[in-house]
């Protein structure tokens, strides 16, 4: 399906901005790749830059579906625009994997609509409430997800 979620109107910062967050971002992506998290609910998200063709590393929280497969939230904290990361998906899905605790996992992006999100988007909030927050302060619809993983490296 299509990566096409808007950017919205309002909203809080965006995060990363920082030379502090950087350095923060650069140290839970190294944590995260060596030793996972508790409850394996991060992992880092690495893409392809659109512009730069470089490889990008983000932390991101991750959600269990009972198959296995994991969601994930374009939330940027309730900013008014999606974060960098969607938009390297949508450029270059093919070239998507997650890293957690010495593992790297090629997998399939493909972002949820209709009620598939509708479900998706219920679970998630049940499981983090800080996700039911970030809906209320953008008028944004954050894009969820699903990646699927295709083979380990």
């Known amino acids: 399906m299509a990566f096409d979620t808007p950017n919205g109107t309002r909203g809080a910062r965006q995060p990363g901005r920082s030379r502090l967050e950087q350095r923060g971002n650069r140290w839970m992506v190294e944590r995260i790749r060596r030793k996972g998290s508790r409850g394996d609910r991060e992992v880092v998200l690495v893409t392809i830059g659109k512009r730069t063709g470089k490889e990008r590393m983000n ?3 991750c959600f269990v579906e009972p198959d296995g497969r994991k969601l ?3 939330a940027a904290n309730g900013a008014a625009r999606n974060p960098s990361w969607y938009y390297n998906i949508a450029a270059d899905p093919d070239r998507v994997r997650i890293e957690y605790a010495g593992r790297r996992v090629r997998v399939r992006p ?5 009620g598939e999100r509708e479900a998706a988007w ?3 909030v049940a499981e983090a409430r800080g996700f039911a927050r970030y809906e209320r302060i953008t008028d944004r619809e954050m894009p969820v997800i699903r990646l699927t993983p295709l083979d380990e490296e």
């Open 59 to 61: 932390p991101v929280r």
């Open 72 to 74: 994930i939230v374009a």
């Open 110 to 114: 493909e972002q949820l609509h209709g």
């Open 122 to 124: 219920r679970r998630i």
